[in-house]
């Protein structure tokens, strides 16, 4: 069973927002990275965005501009705003600080 769980996920209209929330126990967040994935249907699971724990960010391409990820280490959250949806975002996203462990994921769909 993972330390954190994922919230924030749920059906929107293309171009609208949505903002994600991955909480975690303290003693697995404050001195690692952690990443938003996300795994749409007939497709693999991709990595959207990631954070340091020094707050240093990267991004996909598809999302640039458009997501923005954060964490605030006094709470131990990490978060992704997504801006400008489109139906390609549509999939189940997941935080985690280490590839192939995952949680339940939290469903985005975006409709056109």
């Known amino acids: 069973q993972v330390q954190w769980v994922e919230s924030g996920g749920d059906l929107v209209q293309a171009g609208g927002s949505l903002r994600l929330s991955c909480l975690a126990s303290?003693?697995?967040?404050?001195?690692?990275?952690w990443g938003w994935y996300r795994q749409a249907p007939g497709k693999q699971r991709e990595l959207v965005a990631s954070?340091?724990?020094?707050?240093?960010?990267n991004y996909a391409d598809s999302v640039k501009g458009r997501f923005t990820i954060s964490r605030d280490n006094a709470k131990n959250i990490v978060d992704l705003q997504m801006n400008s949806l489109e139906p390609d975002d549509t999939g189940v996203y997941f935080c985690?600080?280490?590839?192939?462990?995952w949680g339940q994921g939290t469903q985005v769909t975006v409709s056109s």
């Open positions: 303290r003693i697995i967040f404050s001195t690692k990275a």
């Open positions: 954070i340091t724990s020094a707050g240093a960010t």
């Open positions: 985690t600080f280490r590839y192939g462990i």
